[in-house]
């Protein structure tokens, strides 16, 4: 049966390079790179168990220790209390909406790759950043993904051939019964 259908169905017409780009331009959000940032911290919480003037005494310390020299990854296994400080304070990749102190978040992905910022404060703890890599918002290269279009361009006429053999089949075909017959859907 599936070889009579292969058989009979129409042949696809041929994938050019048109079709693939306007694929891409339809499908532009598919391939869409989100902004990211790669960045370190040195993270000193206050609250409960510390409090605010104790915390900024401490940022303060490991903000004097960055400006005189001292590498970033020693100062944050040193002083920061992040979930980062025992890998020197650098945390992977990351993308717009991930932070929930959007103001630090904020300054990430607009402050120099390289510079050590100023001390800032969030909502439970201080924080001294440095920004070790950024990454535009951006587009996945037509070149990169066109194998991939011309696949699901044909998938999409593969698809498609069954359902018109047995469209025009069933337009011919002759049926006769003694009870009354519903056209097929497909």
Do not use: C
Request: a negative charge.
């Amino acid at each position: 049966a599936m070889e009579y259908i292969v058989l009979k169905s129409e042949k696809p017409d041929p994938i050019d390079r048109l079709d693939m780009v306007a694929y891409y331009k339809e499908h532009a959000d598919d391939y869409t790179i989100p902004a990211k940032v790669k960045w370190q911290q040195v993270q000193v919480a206050f609250g409960p168990e510390r409090s605010k003037s104790e915390a900024k005494k401490r940022i303060e310390t490991a903000q004097q220790e960055l400006a005189s020299g001292v590498p970033f990854e020693e100062v944050a296994k040193k002083l920061s209390e992040g979930p980062t400080a025992k890998s020197g304070g650098v945390r992977d990749w990351m993308e717009p909406g991930n932070l929930t102190d959007t103001k630090l978040e904020k300054k990430l992905f607009e402050m120099p790759v390289g510079e050590i910022g100023p001390i800032h404060e969030g909502p439970s703890d201080f924080h001294i950043v440095r920004v070790l890599e950024r990454k535009s918002q951006g587009r996945v290269p037509f070149g990169d993904v066109q194998d991939e279009i011309r696949k699901a361009l044909e998938d999409q006429q593969n698809k498609n051939r069954p359902k018109k053999l047995f469209e025009e089949l069933f337009s011919e075909a002759v049926i006769e019964s003694k009870h009354e017959v519903q056209q097929p859907k497909f």
